[in-house]
């Protein structure tokens, strides 16, 4: 069945490297995703996207990189900062299904050292 | 925050006791989901509303029931709580225009 995983469940990073998580997905049919951020007590929160047509998309800081080739995508975090300290998942979506549903990963726990 | 508010924030219950959880959006966005969060399974979707009365499930919707009478809210209903339904539940939105999701705050929710 689908599928979107997280290779590793924590991240462990000094302060100011550069962090990479990254996801696997099983469904060749998926053509939208999306990284979210969850601190704790608090709810996801949406980091970047990007859609099946594009390689890669960059934020401030943030970068996706979308292999559809071996369905993996992967979240670049550029310096990153003890703010960064989270747990980041990332969901996929059909987009011709037009419910919005998404399947997420279980997720990834990045740790910042300072 | 996309404008979502979520209550009650916390809540203890008793199993066999009806519980109402309440999603409230201030932008008027069509499509609404409820899901719970847990260890070990991530985020799973409960039920969602693509509009006022239009309801569908998602993967876990035994022993939950929603409703949504005008846009702005989303009930989600545990008919008689029991203790697996014990869990953090999220409300979201998403932007017609957009598929990305935003998120209200959470609602912890104990059932004993």
């Known amino acids: 069945g689908e599928s979107v995983g997280l290779h590793l469940p924590t991240l462990s990073v000094q302060e100011g490297d550069n962090s990479i998580i990254n996801c696997a997905y099983s469904?060749?049919?998926?053509?939208?995703f999306i990284w979210y951020k969850q601190e704790s007590g608090k709810g996801p929160q949406f980091i970047i996207d990007?859609?099946?047509?594009?390689d890669k998309r960059q934020g401030q800081r943030v970068t996706v990189l979308l292999n559809k080739t071996v369905k993996h995508l992967s979240l670049q975090i550029a310096a990153t900062q003890p703010g960064d300290s989270a747990v980041y998942f990332c969901?996929?979506?059909?987009?011709?299904?037009?419910?919005?549903?998404?399947?997420f990963g279980q997720g990834t726990t990045l740790q910042v050292k300072p | 925050d996309a404008g979502i508010t979520q209550s009650p924030r916390h809540k203890v219950t008793e199993t066999g006791t009806p519980v109402t959880l309440r999603c409230h959006q201030t932008?008027?966005?069509?499509?609404m989901y409820w899901y719970r969060q847990d260890p070990g399974h991530g985020l799973r979707l409960i039920h969602y509303?693509?509009?006022?009365?239009?309801?569908d499930k998602g993967e876990v919707s035994d022993g939950y029931s929603v409703s949504r009478s005008k846009t702005e809210d989303f009930l989600l209903t545990l008919e008689s709580a029991t203790s697996s339904q014990t869990s953090v539940y999220f409300c979201?939105?998403?932007?017609?225009?957009?598929?990305?999701?935003?998120f209200g705050p959470g609602t912890r929710l104990l059932v004993l």
């Open positions: 509303s693509y509009g006022v009365k239009d309801t």
């Open positions: 979201a939105i998403k932007d017609t225009v957009e598929e990305t999701q935003y």
């Open positions: 932008e008027n966005h069509r499509y």
């Open positions: 990007i859609r099946s047509n594009m």
């Open positions: 469904n060749s049919a998926s053509d939208y």
């Open positions: 969901a996929e979506n059909i987009r011709s299904s037009n419910t919005g549903k998404l399947i």
